[in-house]
């Protein structure tokens, strides 16, 4: 049997065309975007089209985009970015409990600089209550971060909305847009959002390399110091096979946006109904929020078997997939976004993250079927 990948939500297949618009800069353009030759203006013309076409994709202006290294290092220009520049106003800061660890660690290292870090809870399907950020809004708060969608259970929150209480209270409003890129449709305007984080390879780009935007309205200062790139936002030499990687990439998925919705939809739609007829709805969960969710990501616990058991038994069957807590000396750590959640202890420890995407079929989602029921029924005996 071929092997199986859903994890798409952890990384993703590069698309051919990507890789065969990658090759095309590596071997044909070496020059340093900052020399004044030809070669350097050849480079110099790789970035900005990939920076137009990007930012054309997400109905912003090319300079509001800043390229960096990936999402993790968008989350925190935004964090430390933003606690800086407006440490004069104050130092409270408003974080979801679900965002990932690129936002959630930096938000600690704030703390331990003596910010002062709250944290946004959710309910039991990963949804932040908009009230609560409302209530909790003070004069001395600068920055809200809420991100557009979980990475583990999909979960999408209602980004214009928090968007617009920001706006409202002078409050800098981030969101991390990893996961949604590709999914959703991303309008930094109609959003109101001032940082917003993305990634390419979660949408068949390459890895290390994401950009944040910047909305023209803020002035963020730079974490990485050197040349002038990056209109001396962030310095250091462009990765111009990246760039153009990240721009196709861009372009492909969202003009094939609708398509690929109604596409996840369906192997998700297969998924869930397959369960059900095979182990029966009384036998798994689904966690996260069935109605405002990306198509993409399945987050379901098997209550019979924990996590590390179905995982292992599911790799043997040569089937990748997540379980979305952090393993530390050897052991599942219980994920931070399923305990915020506040979900029972015997869903928190047997949930597994299925992710689709770029190859996965019909066959493949009947074949991860008969595996989980057999491998339930297994462990039962
Ligand atoms: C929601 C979210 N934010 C940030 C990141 C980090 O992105 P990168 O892997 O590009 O550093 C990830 C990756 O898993 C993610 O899912």
Not at 177 to 201: M, N, R
Not at 202 to 214: D, E, H, M, S
Request: hydrophobic share 45%.
């Amino acid at each position: 049997m071929n092997r199986i990948y859903m994890d798409h939500a952890a990384s993703t297949p590069m698309h051919p065309l990507v890789a065969e618009e990658m090759l095309r800069i590596m071997t044909g353009t070496f020059g340093n975007a900052s020399s004044v030759h030809a070669f350097g203006r050849d480079a110099k013309r790789i970035v900005s089209d990939a920076r137009e076409k990007i930012a054309a994709a997400i109905h912003a202006r090319p300079a509001d985009l800043v390229f960096t290294s990936g999402g993790t290092e968008s989350d925190n220009m935004a964090l430390f970015g933003a606690a800086a520049a407006r440490v004069d106003k104050g130092r409270h800061l408003l974080v979801s409990q679900i965002e990932h660890h690129a936002v959630l660690h930096a938000a600690e290292q704030l703390a331990e600089q003596g910010y002062d870090v709250e944290y946004i809870p959710v309910d039991t399907l990963g949804r932040v209550d908009i009230e609560w950020i409302r209530d909790h809004i003070r004069p001395d708060t600068t920055l809200i971060s809420v991100m557009v969608a979980n990475n583990e259970v999909g979960t999408v929150q209602d980004i214009e909305a928090i968007g617009a209480l920001a706006r409202e209270q002078d409050i800098w409003f981030h969101t991390d847009a990893v996961q949604a890129l590709g999914s959703l449709d991303i309008d930094c305007e109609k959003w109101k959002a001032d940082l917003i984080s993305f990634s390419a390879h979660k949408i068949n780009g390459p890895q290390g390399i994401g950009a944040l935007y910047v909305s023209p309205k803020i002035k963020l200062p730079a974490l990485l110091h050197g040349g002038n790139q990056e209109r001396k936002r962030r310095a250091g030499t462009e990765n111009l096979a990246g760039m153009a990687g990240f721009a196709k990439a861009v372009e492909l998925a969202v003009s094939s946006l609708d398509e690929r919705h109604a596409q996840l939809h369906h192997l998700r739609q297969e998924f869930l109904g397959k369960l059900e007829q095979r182990i029966g709805s009384d036998k798994f969960v689904l966690n996260g929020d069935p109605s405002h969710t990306l198509a993409h990501i399945v987050n379901v616990s098997f209550p019979a078997v924990g996590t590390e058991t179905m995982l292992m038994n599911l790799d043997m069957e040569r089937i990748a997939v997540a379980s979305g807590s952090a393993c530390t000396s050897g052991s599942l750590e219980t994920s931070h976004v399923l305990r915020a959640m506040n979900l029972s202890e015997n869903v928190l420890k047997s949930a597994i993250r299925f992710s689709f995407g770029l190859g996965n079929t019909s066959e493949e989602i009947e074949t991860v079927v008969q595996k989980i029921e057999s491998i339930i029924g297994r462990v039962r005996a």
